[in-house]
């Protein structure tokens, strides 16, 4: 697997390697969302988002990770944030995750083309066996989103994280394989032609 910091193009999204310069929009585009409501950290002010960024590029040189702004394409608008995580070079596995849009942009094509945009060049590009996805047990959107597109749920890891605030959180684990990815490739095809959504996740 190669991480190093390459855009990822869509035809109405694209992904670029989250730097510096995306803390302001970003910070702002997350007022316009409940992002926080089931993530396993919160970030309070741009100066937070900014320390995110520097973590998550921290990550990236080690070869662990790789966070994405999600852009309009056109306008270049930040309208959202997700990546890679928790690379393993040796299984030729890694996680898409700490994914959200904005309001306005949620059950669109956005984090639909970003999800196809993720899951072909993991599989494609990087030749991955495995693309992994957490989230919380109660997120019933986000499962749904999941099943939706073709990840297959394999099982809950139970008081997986502490959250914010104390409570512990279960994470479900989902998965899609290299095996299952072209079904799934036209699978959300399908959704982007005719303009329906893989949901939130």
């Known amino acids: 697997m190669d991480l190093r910091p390459t855009p990822l193009a869509g035809e109405f999204v694209r992904l670029e390697p989250l730097e510096e310069g995306h803390a302001d929009a970003l910070w702002k585009a997350t007022l316009d969302t409940d992002v926080w409501r089931w993530m396993p950290y919160h970030l309070h002010s741009a100066d937070e988002m900014s320390g995110f960024i520097s973590a998550a590029r921290k990550l990236n040189e080690a070869g662990v990770a790789l966070g994405f702004a999600i852009a309009l394409q056109g306008s270049g608008e930040p309208v959202g944030l997700t990546g890679y995580w928790n690379a393993d070079h040796g299984h030729r596995r890694v996680e898409i995750g700490s994914t959200w849009v904005t309001r306005a942009h949620q059950r669109t094509r956005v984090n639909t083309e970003a999800k196809f945009l993720l899951l072909r060049h993991a599989f494609e590009t990087q030749d991955c066996v495995r693309v992994e996805f957490k989230t919380d047990a109660r997120n019933k959107r986000s499962r749904s989103a999941l099943a939706r597109i073709g990840a297959i749920e394999e099982g809950v890891l139970r008081h997986h994280m502490v959250l914010p605030d104390g409570t512990l ?33």
């Open 169 to 201: 959180r279960d994470s479900v684990y989902f998965s899609i394989l290299a095996t299952e990815w072209p079904a799934v490739r036209e699978r959300l095809r399908g959704f982007l032609a005719r303009g329906r959504t893989g949901g939130k996740s």
